[in-house]
């Protein structure tokens, strides 16, 4: 199996500029989680979504950030209008089963300018 | 808020020393995993330990879990340079889907 895809790997944006991750999980996965990780706050959970349909937004920061399942294969994370704040590391992850194994892309890393 | 707590946040030991990190944690859990991070790259599964489970061991891997202090450690024994990465724990509470994870440990292992 390919694991967990992510794109792009890097990305480097004006603040102001809208900002489109996105992910590709294991085949078979029913769950999906977005997180982001920083030196000062760690790794935080954003969203995740279970057979497509988002559960927890409960760690999305603000309105700026959005997120989309529309199929078992494919997921987005849209920042709109990115602010420098944003910048970290965004880390998408799936698992089979819940609160079981996840397992994790090599991340995006994103710098706001 | 982040349920573990990694401790010590960074360690040194040479090649052949084992190491061991601990993690602490506030509230009754369902599972504890610890995840490695190796520099610039994601997470990597590690090891998963039941809260009905006392000791676990994968390779040079060992785990304990005493959830009467609700704390774990990691000991990788005979450490290798290719160990050094970050280590985390993370915690499933009750049933609910997510994981919570630790501030991690830093490990620098020197040939």
């Known amino acids: 199996d390919a694991g967990v895809i992510q794109s792009p790997r890097h990305e480097v944006t004006e603040m102001g500029q809208e900002v489109t991750l996105r992910c590709k999980p294991i085949?078979?996965?029913?769950?999906l989680f977005w997180y982001r990780q920083t030196m000062m706050r760690g790794l935080e959970l954003l969203i995740y979504?279970?057979?497509?349909?988002?559960?927890?937004d409960s760690g999305m920061p603000e309105d700026r950030f959005s997120a989309k399942m529309p199929n078992a294969s494919f997921s987005t994370l849209k920042i709109q209008p990115s602010e420098p704040r944003d910048s970290a590391v965004y880390f998408c992850?799936?698992?089979?089963?819940?609160?079981?194994?996840?397992?994790f892309g090599p991340g995006t890393r994103l710098l706001v300018l | 808020s982040q349920q573990g707590e990694e401790d010590p946040q960074a360690l040194s030991i040479q090649e052949g020393e084992n190491a061991t990190m601990n993690c602490s944690y506030k509230?009754?859990?369902?599972?504890l995993q610890w995840y490695r991070q190796n520099s610039g790259r994601g997470l990597v599964h590690l090891i998963l330990?039941?809260?009905?489970?006392r000791e676990k061991h994968s390779g040079r891997l060992r785990v304990t879990l005493d959830t009467s202090k609700k704390s774990s450690s990691l000991l990788i024994t005979a450490s290798r340079a290719a160990d050094t990465a970050s280590y985390f724990c993370?915690?499933?509470?009750?049933?609910?889907?997510?994981?919570?994870f630790g501030t991690g440990t830093r490990l620098q292992v020197f040939p």
């Open positions: 330990i039941r809260s009905n489970e």
């Open positions: 979504f279970n057979n497509n349909v988002p559960i927890d």
């Open positions: 085949s078979g996965h029913d769950y």
């Open positions: 992850a799936s698992s089979k089963l819940a609160g079981e194994t996840q397992y």
């Open positions: 509230t009754s859990i369902n599972n």
């Open positions: 993370a915690t499933r509470r009750g049933d609910t889907d997510k994981l919570i």
